[in-house]
Structure formats: C-alpha cells, structure tokens
C-alpha cells in the first residue's frame, strides 16, 4: 500500500492507505477526507477535488492535461501547485506524498 498525507487548511494531517492504479481522489473518498468533496465522481468536470501538490513532490507528477488545467479555471484559490486529484494515478512512486487541501472547494 502506498502512503499519502493530506494537510487540511489548519495544518492537520491524514495520513491513508492507497492501491497503486486508483486516482488520489478515489483513495481520499475511500478513506473519508473531508475536504475532497468530488461531486463529478472523477470526471474531471468538477473541480471539487482541487489540492496543492507539496513542492517537493512536483516533480514527481504527471503534466497536468488541457482538460485538468480548464477546470482548475473553476477551482478556489489556485496556485501554480494546483491539481485536480481525479486526474493523479497512484503509482510506487508517490509514496509519502503530501498534498494540502484548500480552504474551499467551491
């Protein structure tokens, strides 16, 4: 299992369990964060699942696609870490990642 931290706006951590395959945002419904509303259910039409990537995991992710970065239009508070977590498949090597959730995501 793959181990990734989210930090809510308060600084408090989830630390959850992920399969290698699943989207971030299907392994943060699945283990109850809150702050992941996810209203399209990974359809990227959303934007409801919107995290700051921490920055010493950039690198280590996938570009972001022209349909993610026209959502992130409609997202809260986007940073140039912004991503929609529907479209970030866990693989071995995000292990220990840590993303921050914003303050809403609406």
Not at 11 to 23: F, P, V
Not at 26 to 47: L, T, Y
Not at 59 to 67: F, H
């Amino acid at each position: 299992m793959i181990k990734i931290t989210f930090r809510d706006i308060k600084g408090n951590d989830k630390t959850i369990s992920a399969n290698i395959g699943e989207t971030l945002m299907e392994a943060a419904v699945k283990n109850d964060v809150a702050e992941i509303e996810a209203e399209c259910g990974g359809a990227c039409s959303c934007a409801t699942c919107h995290v700051y990537i921490d920055k010493d995991w950039l690198d280590k992710m996938p570009s972001a696609t022209e349909m993610e970065e026209d959502m992130l239009d409609f997202a809260f508070d986007v940073k140039s870490n912004s991503r929609l977590s529907c479209q970030i498949k866990i693989t071995k090597e995000l292990d220990g990642l840590v993303v921050e959730t914003p303050e809403s995501q609406f």
